[in-house]
């Protein structure tokens, strides 16, 4: 059956013909966003055998969306790789790509756009709504369904959720034309970019706060080539003078903060209460240690948009920079929560079989320790239940945001004065009732008080555990009060909100795990023995030092993972920490690593890597990058694929360093 399949290109065989793309217009009113990523579906024949039909699928992103002919153009491509697949396996195959439609959505207009190619025949395209009305397609859509491709490559290709199998994905914009084509695409529908939404900390998307915006500076940060997006900042502030803040923002990129600073004085005088033209000063007087100031634009920024999550955790951090830790605990405790939203999909029927060929020219010994998307095809089980039920990796948008927050308050004050500032500004439960003489032991219970931290744990487990911890100097945190009326004596102290008292708890569990592995290992290391865990277990215990800011700890937890699984997240933040260090040979190798891996997975591109290779190549030139890499002992396979993605990118855009 090899015969059946593209070469290089992953598929899905259907169970029934069309039932993917059925699933596909169902799922189209579920889109909230940009949508999901391009759904390519091909009908193949039997040359033998007329009536004998199959229905294949897979994913793609990247590819030009900007006309019919430019999707056609990939459609073509799969029915030359059939050909080719066909003359491997023997000329005697008799499979042929009948049709091939793909499906491109449309986050403005809210319609899925669909391609179809018949071979023989035409080409026919038709937009499709959510009640699978069928509309013609103009220019303005095509112009749309281009924008929201590029937006959904730049904006999720790094996204954990958006590495599933059978993505194929391509650098959208791949050359200087590209960049125009895009720049041209985003003056037309700027004012519609509020449509798409935003990030998750923010509430109500705006003009100069949404999806379109956020894909512009991603862009921008990834090559660095400021001139197409000030031209168009420029036109647009003539129409919008509120574009004047990206142009600020722009300009501190570029390190031209004359001008920012001018542009922002301007917009401030035209109106005093932009709270985003208040965070962005406050973010910049941070960066150059006038904290005093800062708090006085983040103050204003609180009283200008309460309702804004940026607004607060900026307060939050200049209190951090202050070290006053109490008002920036209660900063943080303001902070509006915002609930998270997943990723644009739609739920497909299960594959009667599917089909995810290794790329031919990447070498079995980048392979061997990796299986599906980078999962481990060594043991991934993890004996200690404690690490399998942590909290703190579910956190999304802002709660992750404000726990991170938290982390670096504790990682600065330490655990135990943090809960001694804690009980100084919010009442606790113990001090309420010492104070009211409402003493109830049902109301004592963990549990009722932290549901989703709580759940999983029995009180004789939790109890064994707590005492683990105590042991080793970390206390488990007091509730803090949930009540609405407070006597007298505590009233100068405030009610800590439910979702951060749970952060606390989060905390709480990461910290213990964490103290509990140090004092093992150096109990272990003392008495000459080896200290084991699984490789999953070794991810998990990384991801707690990294998350805690124990950078060391984290380095040496990811380096045993490697000695027997290949993990993509211990890579990617491995390369954070090598890019903090300096340390050019392991930025590299690590680069190689996540670029062999999202290659093996048909990904091309990733935003992070290119930026990454970007700042280094800024930096020490790209000579030195390849002679880095040529002393490396990876294979030539692989040092001619980073080669191919990253440094012909740089030459054909030119990137800062390129030359040297």
């Not at 594959?351 to 290794?358: D, F, N, S, W």
């Not at 100084?424 to 932290?450: C, I, K, P, W």
């Not at 064994?464 to 102290?493: C, F, M, V, W, Y």
Request: hydrophobic residues 40%; aromatic residues 10%; charged residues 25%.
């Amino acid at each position: 059956m090899s015969e059946l399949y593209f070469k290089d290109i992953p598929e899905f065989l259907e169970a029934r013909v069309n039932e993917s793309l059925e699933a596909r217009t169902q799922g189209i009113g579920q889109f909230k966003e940009l949508g999901a990523p391009d759904h390519v579906h091909v009908l193949k024949v039997n040359t033998r055998s007329s009536s004998k039909e199959i229905g294949t699928y897979h994913f793609v992103s990247g590819v030009d969306a900007s006309s019919s002919a430019s999707l056609a153009a990939y459609l073509n491509t799969l029915s030359y790789s059939l050909e080719k697949s066909q003359q491997w396996f023997g000329k005697s195959s008799g499979w042929k790509v009948k049709q091939a439609v793909c499906c491109c959505y449309n986050a403005f207009s809210h319609m899925d756009i669909r391609v179809e190619v018949k071979i023989p025949g035409g080409v026919d395209t038709y937009a499709l709504d959510e009640n699978g009305q069928r509309h013609k397609v103009d220019s303005r859509i095509w112009s749309e369904a281009y924008m929201s491709e590029v937006l959904r490559s730049l904006l999720y290709s790094d996204e954990s959720n958006s590495r599933f199998t059978g993505h194929r994905r391509f650098n959208p914009i791949p050359n200087p034309d590209a960049e125009l084509k895009f720049y041209e695409a985003a003056e037309e529908l700027f004012f519609l970019g509020h449509t798409l939404g935003s990030s998750p900390d923010v509430r109500v998307p705006t003009h100069v706060n949404n999806h379109l915006v956020r894909g512009i500076f991603t862009y921008v940060r990834q090559t660095c080539r400021y001139d197409g997006a000030l031209n168009l900042f420029e036109k647009l502030r003539v129409k919008h003078p509120d574009v004047s803040v990206l142009l600020a923002e722009l300009y501190l990129l570029m390190d031209r903060e004359v001008n920012a600073v001018r542009i922002l004085y301007d917009s401030i005088k035209l109106n005093p209460m932009s709270s985003t033209v208040l965070v962005i000063q406050a973010r910049f007087l941070m960066t150059k240690g006038r904290y005093d100031l800062a708090l006085v634009c983040a103050k204003r920024a609180v009283h200008s948009s309460p309702s804004e999550f940026a607004s607060w955790a900026t307060l939050a951090k200049v209190y951090m920079c202050l070290e006053n830790f109490e008002s920036a605990l209660l900063a943080l405790n303001s902070c509006p929560m915002y609930a998270y939203h997943e990723q644009d999909s739609y739920a497909l029927p299960p594959p009667a079989k599917a089909h995810l060929p290794v790329p031919g020219n990447l070498p079995k010994s980048e392979l061997v320790a990796e299986d599906k998307l980078g999962n481990s095809t060594a043991s991934s089980e993890v004996t200690d239940p404690s690490l399998a039920r942590l909290p703190s990796p579910s956190l999304r948008g802002t709660f992750a945001k404000a726990y991170d927050m938290l982390t670096q308050i504790c990682s600065k004050v330490g655990w135990d004065e943090l809960l001694h500032i804690r009980s100084n500004v919010f009442v606790m439960e113990e001090e309420y009732r010492t104070q009211s003489g409402q003493v109830d032991a049902g109301e004592s219970d963990t549990s009722s008080l932290h549901p989703s931290v709580r759940t999983s744990n029995t009180e004789d487990n939790a109890a064994t555990e707590d005492e683990a911890a105590s042991d080793h100097g970390i206390d488990r945190p007091q509730n803090s009060l949930e009540a609405t009326q407070l006597t007298d004596t505590i009233q100068s102290k405030r009610l800590c909100e439910r979702w951060l008292d749970n952060l606390f708890m989060v905390l709480y569990e990461d910290l213990r795990v964490f103290t509990i592995w140090r004092a093992e290992y150096t109990h272990f290391k003392a008495q000459g023995l080896t200290y084991r865990k699984s490789p999953v277990e070794w991810e998990i215990l990384g991801d707690v030092a990294f998350r805690l800011h124990h950078r060391v700890e984290a380095v040496e937890a990811f380096s045993a993972c490697f000695e027997n699984m290949f993990s993509y997240k211990a890579w990617k933040k491995l390369l954070q920490i090598y890019v903090e260090d300096g340390n050019l040979e392991l930025v590299l190798t690590a680069i190689a690593k996540l670029t062999v891996s999202n290659y093996r997975w048909y990904q091309e591109y990733s935003p992070f890597l290119l930026e990454q290779v970007r700042n280094v190549m800024s930096q020490e030139g790209a000579l030195k990058m390849k002679s880095v890499l040529a002393a490396t002992n990876l294979e030539k396979e692989v040092v001619t694929l980073v080669e191919r993605l990253y440094f012909d990118w740089a030459n054909v855009f030119q990137i800062d360093g390129y030359d040297m």
